[in-house]
């Protein structure tokens, strides 16, 4: 379980790793109690190993902070790990708390820029999250104005998973990653999205982070409204991946 503050957006990074030529990108969900999920943006790629992955931004809009349950589903598809990192934010925009979104693959291991929907606003939250596969190691390096807040490669379905956020107010709508590093054979890397907006006459809130690792989230203590209107760096602890089949 996880345990959000009020009126707080909780942002959730998940990618996967699973058979060939199922669609992903429809059958993915997140349910949680009473919340209302949202899919901003999701990728999905089949490598030359005939393995798809995909990685999707979810969020959630809470009213009252409380304790819940965060369950994955990909319905009848083949599933073999997981995944998940989990943030929220306050001090966004309880109306329409997400603005432009992105999402993009690459054949290569160069660097990778998604290009954003629309122009963001300057106060604007970016979070991005990458997932790559490559057997043996892999590492990737943020883009040049973005902060690495996540970063964790296993070897169980060999994925990685990266997310950052711009760490400074721009109204650019590139989001970019620095070259794979590693050694093996690489197979495959995807990219997702979205501008945080905050709330009109207000800094938006740095995101406290909680994520899955095979055993219940922890919820980590905010710092309070200290983003405007860059987010400072979050805690994080624990590890991220599991092996799952829905």
């Not at 690459?106 to 997932?131: D, M, Q, R, V």
């Not at 907006?197 to 690792?213: I, L, M």
């Amino acid at each position: 379980s996880i345990t959000t503050v009020n009126n707080s957006l909780v942002v959730v990074e998940v990618s996967l790793n699973g058979n060939a030529d199922l669609d992903f990108n429809a059958s993915l969900s997140l349910s949680g109690d009473s919340l209302t999920w949202v899919k901003q943006a999701s990728r999905q790629q089949t490598d030359s190993n005939n393995y798809t992955g995909c990685i999707a931004t979810f969020t959630a809009l809470v009213t009252t902070g409380a304790t819940f349950n965060l369950v994955a589903d990909c319905g009848a598809e083949s599933v073999y790990s997981y995944k998940v990192s989990v943030w929220y934010y306050t001090g966004h925009d309880t109306t329409t708390p997400v603005g432009a979104t992105a999402s993009d693959d690459s054949a290569s291991t160069a660097s990778l820029t998604l290009t954003l929907s629309a122009t963001p606003a300057e106060t604007s939250g970016i979070i991005a999250g990458h997932e790559s596969v490559v057997f043996e190691t892999s590492s990737v390096a943020p883009g040049a104005t973005y902060t690495e807040i996540y970063d964790n490669y296993h070897t169980d379905g060999f994925q990685a998973l990266q997310v950052q956020r711009r760490t400074t107010g721009s109204t650019s709508t590139g989001v970019d990653w620095g070259a794979i590093t590693g050694t093996g054979s690489f197979q495959r890397r995807l990219g997702v999205a979205i501008e945080v907006k905050e709330a009109a006459g207000a800094a938006a809130g740095q995101p406290t982070s909680k994520r899955h690792g095979g055993v219940p989230f922890v919820a980590m203590p905010g710092r309070g409204n200290v983003w405007a209107p860059v987010l400072r760096s979050p805690m994080l602890i624990g590890p991220s991946s599991m092996r799952a089949a829905c």
